[in-house]
């Protein structure tokens, strides 16, 4: 009986461990969060004001960050894909020109 319980309390304290551990770890959009939080607290903003701050801090990274993600294919695709929306292109028709732009250049 008390190696049971000993041995279920060493299993417990390893997990809490863990998982304390992982908890400390921010993500990235924790870490924007922080860092924009801190932002509006220093300009002392508050209600809409700081409601308007924090999205707009929260955006203008989040936006800054899908710039550099992206790959030269996808820029690529995303000129393709707008090209074929002004021509207005729809199924095959589409498909084909689709094709013959990503494969333009490459």
Known sequence: MKITLLVTLLFGLVLMTTVGAAEKTL?????????C?????????????RKSFMSECLKKDSAKAEEKTLT???KKMQA???E??????????????MSTCLKKNG
């Open 37 to 49: 939080n801190e932002q509006a607290s220093s300009k002392a903003l508050k209600g809409d004001a």
């Open 84 to 97: 074929a929306g002004q021509k207005a292109l729809k199924g095959e028709d589409r498909n084909k020109f």
């Open 80 to 82: 393709c894909n707008a």
């Open 72 to 74: 030269p294919q996808q």
């Open 27 to 35: 993500t990235p959009q924790q870490q924007k969060m922080t860092l």
